[in-house]
């Protein structure tokens, strides 16, 4: 049974960094896209940034246009670990924060359970 475990949201003052983790169970997701969405209260979920496997342990990463230069995406422990360093928050960035992955097919979606970041201006 696949599993993510997201973990590192919490509360930050404008400016600051937090470090999210999301680690992935029960396959092997060498190959699989993950990426991060967010969603603040009242609007829908959006793309925040995503690693695509490339070859061997090379992983091409994209963001959205307001995080690029803040936030930094990576994969560790052979890719089954997908973090988000972020840094300059802002009020903005305030979300619950959803970790995702994708089989290489792209027929298959999992989801963790989200974790909660807050900066507080």
């Known amino acids: 049974q696949v599993q993510l475990v997201e973990s590192g949201g919490g509360l930050v003052q404008a400016g600051g960094s937090l470090r999210l983790s999301c680690a992935a169970s029960?396959?092997?997701?060498?190959?699989?896209?993950m990426g991060w969405f967010r969603q603040a209260p009242g609007a829908e979920r959006e793309f925040v940034a995503t690693?695509?496997?490339?070859?061997?342990?090379?992983?091409?990463?994209d963001y959205v246009d307001s995080v690029k230069g803040r936030f930094t995406i990576s994969r560790v422990n052979a890719g089954n670990t997908v973090s988000l360093q972020m840094n300059s928050l802002k009020p903005e960035d305030t979300a619950v924060y959803y970790c995702?992955?994708?089989?290489?097919?792209?027929?298959?979606?999992?989801w963790g359970q989200g974790t909660q970041v807050t900066v507080s201006s």
């Open positions: 995702k992955a994708t089989n290489a097919m792209g027929t298959y979606d999992y």
């Open positions: 690693t695509r496997w490339v070859r061997n342990n090379v992983y091409y990463a």
């Open positions: 029960g396959g092997t997701f060498t190959t699989y896209t």
